[in-house]
């Protein structure tokens, strides 16, 4: 099992839908939480990092839940910019130890 | 403008032919690490570095050497490297704290034949 887990995808949809993206961990020591983006051959982008408490950041919500180990990325009012593949990150240690951990991404391709 | 640089951004060579990677940035970052990617398998750490003098294995490091002699640069080494090698790499920096959010190069994609 890996120790980051995204459906692959491909998630097509069409503009303005909503869509959800989930990702699990398997280490219950994990601290720190991310969603990047990575666009077609480039370098992975962050988009936001996940907090406790659910955060926002305009039309994307990021949730953890630390009970059942998994994070999610809402996705409201899609644009044809947001297709990209996302990746969920998780840092293995906590302080300032250094593994992050990336899940093998989640394609979206937003629809005219 | 903020950014870590990677050098050379493509490369082709043969088994066996030593190259270096190099990764330079300029935002005064203390921590430092190199990734591979690959299709199915997404982005794996292959070294890191806390600071200058200190690096540590990440979950791939065979094959591989780094050295971290001043804060900025950080290049990654192939001695003899071998066509399970050819990947996509990308070198990442950032501050202390593992809640710091990570900046990437652009990539080196590396084909070895």
């Known amino acids: 099992r890996k120790e980051v887990e995204q459906d692959p995808g491909p998630f097509n949809v069409p503009e303005g839908a909503t869509v959800a993206f989930n990702c699990t961990y398997s280490?219950?020591?994990?601290?720190?939480f991310f969603w990047y983006r990575q666009d077609c051959r480039k370098e992975p982008k962050l988009l936001m990092s996940?907090?406790?408490s659910g955060n926002e950041d305009g039309r994307f919500t990021a949730q953890l839940n630390r009970a059942s180990q998994y994070i999610s990325l809402l996705i409201r009012d899609s644009k044809l910019s947001d297709s990209a593949t996302y990746l969920c990150?998780?840092?293995?240690?906590?302080?300032?130890?250094?593994?992050?951990?990336f899940g093998q991404g989640t394609t979206l391709q937003v629809k005219p | 403008e903020a950014q870590v640089t990677q050098n050379p951004r493509y490369l082709i060579t043969v088994t066996g032919k030593k190259l270096t990677v190099t990764c330079s940035q300029n935002?005064?970052?203390?921590?430092m690490s190199w990734y591979r990617q690959d299709p199915g398998l997404g982005l794996r750490q292959i070294y890191y570095?806390?600071?200058?003098?200190?690096?540590d294995k990440g979950d791939v490091p065979e094959g591989y050497k780094v050295s971290r002699k001043e804060k900025r640069n950080f290049p990654l080494i192939l001695e003899s490297p071998s066509p399970n090698q050819t990947s996509l790499y990308f070198c990442?920096?950032?501050?202390?704290?593992?809640?710091?959010?990570?900046?990437f190069g652009d990539g080196t994609r590396l084909s070895i034949l």
């Open positions: 990150v998780v840092n293995r240690g906590s302080g300032n130890t250094g593994k992050l951990i």
């Open positions: 996940v907090y406790s």
């Open positions: 935002m005064n970052h203390e921590y």
């Open positions: 280490n219950s020591a994990s601290q720190s």
């Open positions: 570095s806390m600071n200058v003098e200190v690096t």
């Open positions: 990442a920096s950032r501050y202390q704290g593992a809640q710091q959010p990570q900046h």
